[in-house]
């Protein structure tokens, strides 16, 4: 919407400043409320059953705090980790990688939640990291196309205006995506190293 907003006005070099912090701030908020709604609908489709938009949402909404305590924190630590080297920020985004999904179904509490990511993906970092980078990528490919296809080599304000909002619809169905492979990794784990079935873990939603 904001992207629509800034396309339908004045473009500046203020504007576009302020919409690029704003954007940053608004998708990682926006994002942790997505993954608490998509971890319950994705639970709810391993079932067998089909959670509706409004009652996802509902499920994320209800998490509100504990998932932006969840999400600050870790995001705090990854940048740490990144300031001290890119390696151990990496390393830190492994470890926590299933933080919501944990927070969303077993509210264990903001530290707790991280902890709890750490020891599930403990053997599996590789693996996780491989989901990382390939949705990297496909974020990445996404886009490119998305700018060569409209920008071209002369865009015009028209074209500039047009990307903007096409990026921003890319850059949401990348974040879901994202949310999607969070919960089923979150899931997986959970199935992998303790043996619960989606039946049980879907009786917090209840």
Same mark, same amino acid.
């Given at each position: 919407v904001w992207a629509v907003v800034l396309a339908n006005g004045?473009?500046?070099l203020t504007s576009f400043r302020n919409y690029a912090l704003g954007s940053v701030i608004l998708a990682s908020v926006l994002n942790l409320i997505a993954t608490g709604a998509i971890t319950f609908g994705v639970f709810s489709q391993l079932r067998g059953d089909r959670a509706s938009m409004g009652r996802c949402m509902a499920v994320g909404l209800s998490r509100l705090f504990p998932i932006l305590g969840v999400g600050l924190l870790a995001g705090l630590c990854? /940048?740490?980790?990144?300031?001290?080297?890119? $390696?151990p920020g990496l390393i830190v985004l492994c470890m926590l990688w299933v933080a919501v999904p944990v927070a969303v179904v077993e509210r264990p509490g903001v530290v707790a939640a991280l902890k709890r990511s750490s020891e /599930?993906?403990?053997?599996?970092?590789?693996? $996780?990291f491989g989901i990382i980078v390939i949705l990297s990528i496909i974020g990445y490919v996404a886009n490119l196309a998305v700018k060569k296809t409209i920008m071209g080599?002369?865009?015009?304000?028209?074209?500039?205006?047009?990307f903007l909002i096409a990026s921003a619809l890319v850059s949401g169905l990348i974040g879901a995506l994202g949310a999607v492979a969070n919960a089923v990794g979150y899931h997986d784990l959970r199935v992998s190293r303790e043996g619960v079935d989606v039946e049980w873990l879907s009786r917090v939603f209840e």
């Open positions: 004045e473009l500046s990854v /940048l740490f980790g990144a300031l001290l080297l890119i $390696v /599930l993906t403990k053997g599996r970092r590789w693996t $996780v080599d002369e865009p015009s304000l028209d074209d500039v205006k047009i």
